[in-house]
């Protein structure tokens, strides 16, 4: 059962253990603490809140650990989250 918090993203970008998912909302950033992702992606999940928290890769079928530092940001910010920070 999916409740409201779950949200879904498109992974469009990775840089080592850090990646972008598109929401509907804008960019989430979050560093990848358990598990894997690939460009293209589908990850299901509470992406519109900070911190540490499970999803899961719907693509891969598995769970994902992760740690948001950023949610519903533009493409510019999310670049440099992602290459910068």
């Given amino acids: 059962m999916i409740d409201k918090n779950h949200v879904k993203g498109v ?16 960019y989430t950033i979050f560093d990848i603490e358990e598990g894997e992702v ?4 589908t990850v299901l999940g509470d992406l519109h809140a900070h911190g540490s928290r499970e999803v899961f890769n719907v693509t891969r079928d598995h769970a994902l ?21």
């Fill in 65 to 85: 650990f992760i740690y948001i530092e950023a949610k519903n940001i533009t493409h510019e910010s999310a670049q440099y989250l992602l290459y910068q920070a």
């Fill in 38 to 41: 690939q460009i293209g992606d």
């Fill in 11 to 26: 992974v469009c970008d990775v840089n080592k253990h850090r990646a972008a998912a598109m929401t509907d909302d804008g």
